[in-house]
């Protein structure tokens, strides 16, 4: 057997082809709970303003990592082509390009632009995926970078059901807020189309195909937990029915689950009792905020607890109904 035959033997183009699409088609975000619910036209006015809001951060960072990514290759023609990516979402000149059409979304809304521009609404959990996906392309090389950037071959058809969606569900969105979602319908295959056949020609070994494959399934992992954590601020947060709170002797409180206990400590006693299914997540937030003013980190000290006790098991997270 040749060294290059059986697992270890490169897949074909086609094969490869077919597996990254596997991974969009299993993983993509189009899967989450919250993409599901927009469009069914299940979200709340202020959820979907929520969205709009932290989804410009991430926006924001696309062409930072595009930018990085044009530094990784010595190929002028493949920087001539990549380039336009970073002029497709800055414009070429003020008052163009998807950032501004993203800002015209959010007006659209309702939200102020100023105040997405400043990422006032960015909850922590969103903020660090969108970081985390610019920190992986600054730590890994060109060819993992690009693959990690095929999302795009499932953004074509995810923009065509978001349009027929909003259009059918959320009426009081003023026109002209569906041009960013409009424009992705032409960028994003054109995009995909070069990104696939640069990977498909440059990773030739098994090794090579596996970091590609690895990329694409890291960067759907980061669609997922920024999702995750709009989810989890638009929604009522209360303590979970297998859950139960103990009083300790030294003050403070145990939530015990079926197969573990997590103890709360500082703040903790607070937020949980702010958690009652009553308050979104981002209420919850600006109530500690109210009661704790001046306190800078109150906020992300809310949301960070939200995440963790959801990912325990100790809480629960109602989606808010829509108007």
């Not at 070429?92 to 102020?112: F, K, S, T």
């Not at 690895?214 to 029915?241: G, H, N, Y």
Request: hydrophobic share 40%; glycine share 8%.
């Amino acid at each position: 057997m040749s060294p290059a035959s059986g697992v270890n033997a490169p897949l074909s183009p086609d094969a490869l082809s077919a597996a990254l699409r596997a991974i969009g088609e299993e993983r993509y975000h189009h899967r989450h709970p919250f993409n599901e619910r927009m469009h069914e036209g299940l979200l709340s006015r202020r959820a979907l303003q929520t969205w709009v809001a932290n989804r410009y951060y991430y926006q924001t960072r696309i062409p930072i990592k595009d930018g990085m990514i044009l530094t990784k290759s010595p190929d002028a023609s493949f920087r001539r082509e990549w380039v336009q990516r970073i002029h497709d979402h800055d414009g070429q000149r003020e008052g163009e390009g998807g950032l501004e059409l993203w800002l015209r979304l959010a007006e659209a809304v309702g939200l102020e632009r100023s105040e997405v521009e400043a990422f006032e609404l960015v909850v922590p959990g969103a903020r660090r995926a969108c970081d985390e996906y610019v920190a992986f392309v600054g730590g890994h090389d060109l060819l993992e970078s690009v693959a990690a950037s095929l999302t795009e071959l499932f953004a074509g058809f995810i923009m065509h059901t978001r349009i027929a969606a909003f259009e059918k569900h959320y009426a009081w969105v003023k026109p002209g807020g569906l041009d960013y979602f409009q424009s992705r319908t032409v960028q994003a295959p054109k995009d995909s189309k070069y990104g696939l056949e640069y990977v498909l020609e440059h990773a030739r070994s098994r090794e090579d195909q596996q970091r590609c494959l690895a990329a694409l399934r890291k960067k759907c992992d980061i669609l997922w937990s920024f999702l995750d954590a709009v989810d989890r601020a638009t929604a009522r947060p209360v303590l979970a029915s297998h859950a139960l709170v103990r009083d300790e002797p030294d003050g403070s409180r145990v939530v015990v689950l079926s197969e573990r206990a997590v103890r709360i400590g500082g703040s903790g006693n607070e937020i949980l009792e702010l958690c009652d299914g009553t308050r979104t997540g981002m209420d919850v937030a600006g109530a500690r905020v109210a009661a704790h003013p001046g306190e800078g980190s109150v906020a992300d000290e809310v949301h960070d607890f939200l995440e963790e006790m959801g990912k325990a098991g100790a809480l629960r997270f109602e989606p808010e109904a829509p108007e």
